[in-house]
């Protein structure tokens, strides 16, 4: 790590309380006092509200650069929200509508937005010649086979038969995105950043799969904990993400990256005891075996956010290697940190929202589930 990296991930006494407590979407995060960046960049993000946008426009104008975004006005900003207004606004639509991107000048584009090769062809093709970057976010669900434990960059992707196909689904977002990596590269030859997050967690999550577990937890109890403790766990927090991105810009680092934490191998069973290091009440957990959970239609990621059991392909799933993007300077918040400030995210939401979380498993599946448990052939373990 370079001295002037390491500068600036220094944390300051600054508490959260300084910075709006209680306003809805805020991150009640300990702030880092963030130096400027040498060089002022001009930056634009393509999908720039939502949860990993305004992560990213929070550092980009911590460093000192300046940002446009762009989106269709449908999407808010889960967090930051008043920065994010603060920001250059343009509206268009990836889709069929990007005239707005057109006769301007960027250091670097961030692409959020895109999952389908011809939107990357449209709007690198129509910037390759007015921005020096493009970094792309693309996504670990790009590899042919998540087997292998320790895949790295170099790994095959996943390829589609039909590649003008842009129906989004489980079984075409991987190679789609594949494609538009490939995309990015072909306009932007020697200067493309390729950044492949694995699980984005952290404040400001819109899909509450991570977010399940610290609340979880803090509720107590018996908590019901899938297959063995053993079982390994990735996930990338947005902050974490977001600084590596902007890094990769100023470094302009071009290449391939996964995007992929924690820095050290982590178990299912570190992630909950990791999680409940920062609550304070009375819990238990209950490892429920993968057979079983199957059988009683618990899924894995939906109804188990972070887990998938290691077998049947997926041994490498949460087992990728993270050296490379270590070594251009990613780096990461302590789990306790995520974990913490996820959860005084989700207390900001409004109740009707935290009411119907979109994942994992409600209080009375989860009981119902636990109860056939200890009363199986075989009584608890
Ligand atoms: N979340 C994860 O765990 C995860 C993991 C790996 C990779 N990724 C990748 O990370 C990227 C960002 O994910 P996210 O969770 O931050 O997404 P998000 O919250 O859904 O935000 C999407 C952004 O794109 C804009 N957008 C969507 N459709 C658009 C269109 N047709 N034209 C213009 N703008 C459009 C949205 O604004 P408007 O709706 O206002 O247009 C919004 O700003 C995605 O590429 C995703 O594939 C996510």
Redesign the pocket.
């Known amino acids: 790590m370079t001295t002037s990296r390491r500068e600036f991930l220094q944390v300051t006494a600054a508490a959260g309380g300084a910075l709006g407590l209680g306003m809805l979407g805020e991150v009640h995060a300990q702030e880092r006092e963030v130096p400027k960046a040498e060089k002022p960049l001009r930056i634009l ?9 305004p992560h990213q426009i929070h550092y980009a104008l911590a460093r000192g650069h300046e940002v446009t ?10 967090v930051h929200r008043e920065l994010v207004a603060q920001v250059e606004q343009l509206t ?4 069929d ?2 005239e707005a991107l057109r006769g301007r000048e960027w250091d670097a584009v961030i ?5 389908i090769p011809r ?1 990357v062809r449209q709007s690198a093709g129509l910037l390759k010649d007015s921005v020096e970057l493009y970094l ?6 790009v590899h042919a086979d998540n087997s292998k434990i320790g895949i790295t960059e170099d790994d095959p992707v996943a390829t589609i038969d039909d590649p003008t196909v842009e129906e989004i689904t489980g079984e075409t ?1 991987g190679a789609l ?1 594949a494609l538009c990596e490939q995309e990015a590269r072909d306009a932007f030859p020697d200067r493309a950043i390729i950044v ?6 952290g404040p ?4 509450d ?2 977010t399940y577990w610290p609340v979880r937890v803090e509720r107590g109890g018996e908590v019901m904990a899938p297959g063995e403790p053993t079982d390994p766990t990735q ?2 927090d ?1 902050r974490d993400l977001a600084e590596f991105d902007i890094h990769l810009i100023e470094q302009r680092a071009v290449g391939t990256y996964s ?1 992929v934490g924690p820095l050290a191998p982590l178990s299912m069973a570190e992630l909950l005891f990791g999680m409940r290091a920062v609550v304070s009440n009375e819990i238990c957990f209950t490892w429920v075996d993968a057979d079983f959970l199957a059988e009683h239609e618990v899924a894995p990621w939906a109804h188990m956010p972070a887990w998938i059991p290691p077998r049947d392909g997926f041994q490498g799933f949460s087992a990728f290697d993270n050296s490379r993007a270590v070594g251009a300077g990613l780096e990461y918040r302590p789990l306790a940190v995520t974990a913490k400030d996820t959860l005084d995210w989700w207390k900001t939401l409004p109740e009707e929202r935290r009411a119907s979380p979109g994942a994992g498993l409600d209080a009375e599946r989860e009981r119902e589930v636990l109860a056939a448990w200890h009363g199986r052939e075989g009584g608890n373990r």
Do not use: C, M, Q
Request: cysteine-free.
């Open positions: 993000i393509l999908g720039g509200t939502g949860f990993t946008g975004i762009f989106n269709r006005g449908r999407t808010e900003p889960t268009g639509d990836r889709d509508n990007i692409d959020n937005s895109a999952s939107w792309f976010t693309s996504s670990l669900s977002y995105k492949r997050p694995h699980l984005i967690v400001g999550d819109r899909s799969r991570w996930y990338i947005s995007a």
